[in-house]
C-alpha cells in the first residue's frame, strides 16, 4: 500500500497572537505509529490539529503528498486522513450506530448513500471497539469510557490511511486504555496505516510508538526510535522530573520509574500532619 504522506514544514500555530508552535518541521513516518509527547500546554493537541486541517497555520504548510492541506478539497482529505479530537460533542439525541456510520460520509456517493461495504465497516469497527451491543443506545447516555470507544469506532470507520488520535485514553481505565492502545497497534500492522496519537502516558508512549517526538514550548525536543528518546535526561528536561530509565520487564524497552516522592526522609507523622 502506497498511502498518503503527511509533513509540516516551518510551521507556526497561533490563537489569534499567542504562539503555540512555532517554526516547526515534521515529517511523520509512513506506515508506523508515532506518538506525540510533551507536558500540558506545549503545544501537542495543537499540532495535530493542524496536521487534521482543523487549524490553519500562521506561518508554514502542512503538506498531505507535497500538496498543502488548504489546497486539497475536504472530501480528499476526509478520505486520507481521519481524526479523533480530545473532546468530541456528539449531536442531541444521536445513536451509537448513527454516529459511527458518519464515518463513512466521506466514500458515499451522490448516486449511492449507502452500500453493503458500508455497512460491513461500521459494524466491524464496532465490534473491534467493543460497542456493537450498544448499537441502538443514545451516545450521551453513555459512560466516558463507552463514548470514548465509540468515536474510536467512528474514526475506524472512516478507512483512512492517516489515522489521528487526539488522546484517545481519555477517562478509560487501565484495562480499556491498554485496549484502545492494541488496537491501535493491530490497525497499523494490518494495512500499514499510519497513526498519530497525543498520549500523556510516557510509558504507553515507549511502548506503543515506533517513533516518539517530545515537546516542550512549542518545539520539538527529541525525536527518533523509544530507546532513542525515552532517557532520564529527556525526561528531566521537558517535565522536569527526576527518573531512572530501565528496560520494560515485558517488551524490552524503555521504562521511566519516577524518583523518590518529595516527601522522602520526612518522618511519616510530619508528612500527615500538613
Avoid at 443506545?137 to 466516558?144: K, M
Avoid at 517513533?211 to 525525536?223: L, N, P, W
Amino acid at each position: 500500500m502506497t498511502g498518503n504522506r503527511l509533513t509540516a514544514q516551518s510551521l507556526t500555530l497561533a490563537y489569534e497572537d499567542r504562539a503555540v508552535v512555532e517554526d516547526l518541521d515534521l515529517e511523520i513516518p509512513h506506515g508506523r505509529v508515532t506518538v506525540i509527547v510533551g507536558p500540558n500546554a506545549c503545544g501537542k493537541s495543537t499540532l495535530l490539529r493542524a496536521l487534521g486541517r482543523l487549524l490553519r497555520p500562521k506561518r508554514g504548510a502542512v503538506l498531505l503528498d507535497g500538496t498543502e492541506l488548504a489546497r486539497i478539497p475536504t472530501r480528499r482529505i476526509a478520505r486520507a486522513v481521519g481524526l479523533l479530537p480530545q473532546t468530541p460533542v456528539p449531536p442531541e439525541g444521536i445513536t451509537v450506530a448513527d454516529l459511527v456510520a458518519r464515518g463513512r460520509q466521506p466514500h458515499q456517493k451522490w448516486w449511492q448513500q449507502w452500500s453493503e461495504a458500508d455497512e460491513r465497516t461500521v459494524a466491524e469497527a464496532m465490534e473491534r471497539t467493543g460497542v456493537a451491543e450498544l448499537a441502538a443506545r443514545p451516545v450521551e447516555e453513555l459512560s466516558g469510557g463507552q463514548r470514548q470507544r465509540v468515536w474510536i469506532a467512528m474514526a475506524l470507520a472512516q478507512d483512512t490511511d492517516i489515522l489521528l488520535l487526539d488522546e484517545p485514553t481519555t477517562y478509560l481505565d487501565i484495562a480499556h486504555q491498554v485496549e484502545v492502545l492494541d488496537l491501535v497497534r493491530q490497525l497499523n500492522l494490518e494495512r500499514a496505516r499510519t497513526v498519530v496519537a497525543v498520549l500523556h502516558d510516557l510509558n504507553q508512549a515507549a511502548r506503543y510508538a515506533d517513533h516518539i517526538v517530545a515537546m516542550k514550548a512549542g518545539r520539538i525536543v527529541a525525536q527518533g526510535a523509544p530507546a532513542d528518546v525515552v532517557t532520564a535526561e529527556l525526561v528531566q528536561e521537558v517535565f522536569g522530573l527526576a527518573s531512572v530509565v530501565v528496560p520494560d520487564p515485558v517488551t524490552g524497552g524503555p521504562l521511566v520509574v519516577p524518583g523518590p516522592p518529595r516527601t522522602a526522609g520526612v518522618p511519616e507523622q510530619a508528612v500527615r500532619e500538613t
